[in-house]
T-cell receptor
Framework: DADVTQTPRNRITKTGKRIMLECSQTKGHDRMYWYRQDPGLGLRLIYYSFDVKDINKGEISDGYSVSRQAQAKFSLSLESAIPNQTALYFC???????????????FGPGTRLTVL | EDQVTQSPEALRLQEGESSSLNCSYTVSGLRGLFWYRQDPGKGPEFLFTLYSAGEEKEKERLKATLTKKESFLHITAPKPEDSATYLCAVQAAYNTDKLIFGTGTRLQVFP
């Protein structure tokens, strides 16, 4: 079974609709992240959370909100979807590996969202 | 401004033709540099983490190296199944919350 799962895998919706993307992980990691990926722009951080009581904005948080329901679950919501939110969305997790070491992030399979 | 630049944007190789991908970075104090492989429509798959200049890591036909300004991903005798986009990311020592990603190198290996 996959360590990081995302639902749905594909979603087509209309402008103005509310959309929720969900992420679950079985890795036991404390940290969870939401990214979007657009052609030519790379991965950009939307929100991240270091535990259930900690939520932080990334570089492109406008138009998005998140909820950390449990250590293993982190949801991303688009309150009123617009066409330029059409993108690939990825959830990632990490666990601080110790003093002096970097934090490797592990990614889910992604959600392809199309806003018409 | 912290930045990661990958080159080339795209690379076509014949099977067995070795080459290297480049990741140049500017960051105030490097905590870690990460390489990922991404297949079309899928999530990035972790390959390597490098922490200090001079460090090298290998996995099958891939070898990653790190200097103070750049990292190379060397691909030896590639096979068609190595075709993918390879992403580089850095983590700054002053801001360990985030990874800064490059836009990737799209590699195609032809039989």
């Amino acid at each position: 079974d996959a360590d990081v799962t995302q639902t749905p895998r594909n979603r087509i919706t209309k402008t103005g609709k509310r959309i929720m993307l969900e992420c679950s992980q079985t890795k036991g990691h404390d940290r969870m992240y939401w990214y979007r990926q657009d052609p030519g722009l790379g991965l950009r951080l939307i929100y991240y959370s270091f535990d259930v009581k900690d939520i932080n904005k990334g570089e492109i948080s406008d138009g998005y909100s998140v909820s950390r329901q449990a250590q293993a679950k982190f949801s991303l919501s688009l309150e009123s979807a617009i066409p330029n939110q059409t993108a690939l969305y990825f959830c990632a997790t990490s666990d601080r590996s110790g003093q002096g070491a970097g934090d490797t992030q592990y990614f889910g399979p992604g959600t392809r969202l199309t806003v018409l | 401004e912290d930045q990661v630049t990958q080159s080339p944007e795209a690379l076509r190789l014949q099977e067995g033709e070795s080459s290297s991908l480049n990741c140049s970075y500017t960051v105030s104090g490097l905590r870690g540099l990460f390489w990922y492989r991404q297949d079309p429509g899928k999530g990035p798959e972790f390959l390597f983490t490098l922490y200090s200049a001079g460090e090298e890591k290998e996995k099958e036909r891939l070898k990653a190296t790190l200097t103070k300004k750049e990292s190379f991903l060397h691909i030896t005798a590639p096979k068609p199944e190595d075709s993918a986009t390879y992403l580089c990311a850095v983590q700054a020592a002053y801001n360990t919350d985030k990874l800064i990603f490059g836009t990737g190198t799209r590699l195609q290996v032809f039989p």
